[in-house]
């Protein structure tokens, strides 16, 4: 299968059984190594998606990694325990970024900017809120 843009809200599991939750069964980080999914864009909108085991000679074994053998050009994944409402409005700005024609790299930053203009509140402009996700990969604009 091809996609230009694959999202990916749900939750997921870090460490020595790093998966995907789906409601019918997860996808599990050896089941990543043995895809083909060359997508332009994967957005891991989940916890701790950039979080991983060390292992020697190979690094960290993060879903994300998986993710990026399995083909993906780029993607955004998290380094930690995300906030569900804060993150859906970076994501949000996000995508309003790249239809507004900025690269992907451009259009997270600009979209974490402006999330920190409009938090309600200064504990709202904690990098806990705003910083977890972070770009990986091939940077450009990209048509949604």
């Not at 939750?21 to 891991?44: H, K, M, R």
Request: aromatic share 10%.
């Amino acid at each position: 299968p091809t996609a230009r843009l694959l999202h990916l809200s749900t939750h997921a599991r870090a460490g020595k059984d790093a998966r995907v939750e789906f409601a019918d069964a997860p996808l599990t980080l050896p089941q990543l190594y043995s895809l083909l999914l060359p997508a332009e864009l994967v957005v891991l909108s989940a916890c701790e998606t950039n979080l991983g085991e060390f292992a020697t000679g190979e690094g960290i074994l993060s879903l994300a990694r998986g993710f990026a053998y399995a083909g993906v050009a780029s993607l955004l994944a998290a380094q930690w325990e995300i906030n569900d409402a804060s993150t859906t409005r970076v994501l949000a700005g996000f995508y309003e970024q790249l239809a507004d024609g900025q690269s992907r790299v451009d259009a997270l930053r600009q979209a974490k900017l402006n999330y920190l203009e409009q938090a309600p509140s200064a504990a709202l402009q904690s990098p806990y809120y705003w910083a977890g996700l972070t770009f990986y990969g091939q940077d450009g604009e990209m048509d949604i």
